[in-house]
């Protein structure tokens, strides 16, 4: 048996607003918010999920424009 790719781990709607302990109305102002960059979700079966990685890239981005102002 093999171990999923941790790069192709998607998280749901309540995951993510677990993960930054955000409503879903903040999650998507997020996602509307071109200069804030927060990526947007990815509809399977109509439910939206958020890639793992899209995630933490977009974190990553975040502590180092907080590290430049």
Do not use: C, H
Not at 32 to 51: E, M, S, T, V
Request: hydrophobic letters at 40%.
């Amino acid at each position: 048996m093999t171990k999923a790719d941790p790069k192709s781990e998607f998280l749901t709607g309540p995951q993510v607003q677990a993960r930054y302990q955000k409503s879903a109305v903040t999650i998507w102002r997020w996602v509307r918010d071109d200069a804030l960059g927060f990526p947007a979700p990815i509809q399977i079966n109509r439910l939206n999920y958020w890639r793992l990685s899209d995630l933490e890239a977009w974190e990553a981005a975040q502590a180092t424009q907080g590290e430049a102002a």
